[in-house]
């Protein structure tokens, strides 16, 4: 029997396995107590495997842009066969570079990662977060402070098209550790301390529906009971900015009239309006990515809490146990930092300079809560 079978039946057991126990353990006052998501610490076991992971660049349809996804040894001189690790490095060099010959066919500047669909005899194999108000995730970011408040969480529903995401923003504080050089660095050789991760709670309530790219103009919430893949992107790229311009058939057409890409919103925080026939013959990860679309306008803004400040449970998200270091000084050279403008979705113009720069995203763990930030605390009851 081939592994991709095994696979398959083994998850259709598990999951069968699991509702069987939900059902026969069921309490008249169920208890939201945390539940992992991912957890890529050997303190915290079982820890995910990589190849339960798909992961994309624009290097797929012609960019500059790789990245990669490593289980990062806790002790940096043992081998990964040694079986124990830290957390998980999501690592690469993202470029807003268009090659000459791409230039008004492509878009550039993104990179992201999720976990893969998992089929069942039953159907999607998905987590039922009905209890939970919040994400947990402890993380961390080293690279070129360019990059590091570029990166959103996603979140796929089963039962809506695939090119629909639930959006929010992860915004990661300063640290030494990112810095104004690009210079790629190697992730085995970084280790992971509580002063160097940030523990984030996203409110689930505060996910915003991207419709094939776009923001939906209808406050749809998110249906917590299916939520079937939840990833992570680095957006490089401004809505409008376009990256160089060029005359070609493809963006201009005869008697003034727009060509084919007349309308393609390059750039990662865009969407094209390719039909639906192209769309699904990409691959199904590029897809997501390249249709991920931040929310302009955020239904509330995030919250920083200051450790004498008092917590403020007005939506956004909460970090605690951040990292509180300034911004270091060489990161103040640091050049196309993105603005609060860009970030909201307000065009900055066609052609922006070119940005690249090495980028590591270091996850410790996943975890869905109840967490109530007036009590700083997690609810182990409903």
Known sequence: MSNPIKSYLGRSIDLLRR???????????????PTTIFSFDSTNPPVDKIDQ????????????????????????????????YSHMSFYGYLSTKIPQAKIGQIRTGYAGFRNTSKPTLFGQDTWDLELYSHLKIVVGYRGWEGWRNRW???????????????????????????????????????????????????????????????ISPSPIPLDKSAIRTIGFALLG????????????????????????????????????????????????????????????????EPTRRAPSASPNSAGGYHRVGATQAATPKDATDATNVPSETGLNGKAQGQGQEDKEGYFELCIKSVEAVKWDPEMDGLEEGV
């Open 19 to 33: 509702n069987t126990a939900r059902v026969v353990q069921s309490e008249p006052t169920p208890r939201a107590l």
């Open 53 to 84: 992971f798909g992961l994309g660049s624009d290097i797929e349809v012609g960019g500059l842009s790789t990245c990669n996804l490593s289980l990062i040894p806790s002790n940096a001189n043992a081998s990964s066969d040694a079986g124990q």
């Open 152 to 214: 959103v969480v996603n979140i796929g529903v089963d039962g809506r098209p695939k090119s629909d995401v639930f959006q929010h923003r992860l915004e990661l504080p300063p640290s030494p550790n990112s810095t104004s050089s690009k210079v790629p660095l190697d992730p085995f050789t970084f280790h992971a301390t509580p002063q160097s991760l940030s523990t984030l709670y996203l409110p689930l309530s505060s996910f915003v529906l991207i419709k094939k790219g776009v």
């Open 237 to 300: 790229r401004d809505r409008g900015d376009d990256g160089p311009s060029g005359s070609s058939p493809l963006t201009s057409g005869a008697n003034g009239s727009k060509g084919l890409l007349g309308n393609f919103n390059l750039g990662g925080w865009g969407k094209t309006p390719l039909s639906k026939e192209e769309i699904e013959s990409d691959h199904d990860l590029k897809s997501l990515i390249e249709e991920d679309s931040p929310s302009p306008a955020p239904a509330q």
